[in-house]
């Protein structure tokens, strides 16, 4: 039936729609990713465990960055990315003006963001209205690296590495101090063959089968912490504008290869981190 709202309601479908067209634009032509995640992906890729519990919260929408089942339907700002769910939203808009009470959302929280279960209009909707906050039914799930809202398919690539990287090291459990960050691809699988590395000079050392959580332990403590103590020291990261502590870490290494590949002696990882800081300050 039409009413005084049926044209408000389709203008504001239209509005967003056309805001839609123009992110698509500039994501094409700036090569930046504007999809939102999607759960099962995530889950697949950092082995998401959970949920573990249940709590109604007020969420803030921009912390909500994907969906378990509607990720082709809206984009990054959850805008509507086709005209065939137009009825749904603009029955959700209508419920707004009308003043309407409306279910919560459900949502799936990892680390810091938020996925939608079942809600996807009710976000859409309170997003284009200016909403900052929604009320939602939020269920927990685990997950063993943390998750921001700027996460984009290449960082779930490496963050993918880094769940990997702490199963097989058991790192977080060894040292849960421990936090390291990398932007650099394979980069966590370079860091495995370090450790194996490690040990096998540990064992020619001591003259003994070393055992893998020792390695582990060892390399952190010796190998990684001395390097990354240098790093902080010198405050050379800012000379590497998104860079990490991690990053640097295998530059040097990679360095302190190349270096005893062309007869150099072999460097204490503290010294060979110093030398490297002293070359960038030139």
Sequence with gaps: MFDHFTTQVRSDFARARFKAILRQVRSLL???????????????????????YRVIQTVRIAEIVGSLNRYHQFDRAFL?????????????DRAYYQDVSLPPVVLYKVGDVYFVVDGHHRVSVAREQGQEF???????????????????PEDLEILGEKVDFLERT?????????????????????????IAVHRYFMGLEME????????VMHWYDRVYLPII?????????????????????????????????????LLSPARAAREFVNKVKR
């Design 80 to 92: 509507p990315l086709q005209d065939q769910i137009a009825n749904r939203w603009q029955n959700i």
């Design 170 to 194: 058991g790192l977080d459990r060894l040292r849960p101090k421990a936090s390291i960050k990398l932007t650099i691809p394979d980069g966590f699988d370079r860091m495995l063959e370090h």
């Design 229 to 265: 103590g240098v790093i902080r020291r010198s405050s050379i990261l800012r000379r590497f504008p998104g860079k990490t502590e991690g990053d640097l870490y295998l530059y040097i290494l990679d360095r302190q290869a190349y270096l005893s590949g062309q007869g150099r002696a």
């Design 134 to 152: 929604i009320e939602a039914d939020v269920r927990e799930c685990f997950t063993k690296v943390n998750i921001t809202k700027d996460l984009t």
């Design 30 to 52: 700036g090569g930046q990713p504007d999809r939102l995640l999607s759960y099962d992906e995530v889950k697949e890729k950092l082995r998401i465990g959970g949920p573990i």
């Design 208 to 215: 003994r089968g070393i055992s893998e959580e020792e390695a």
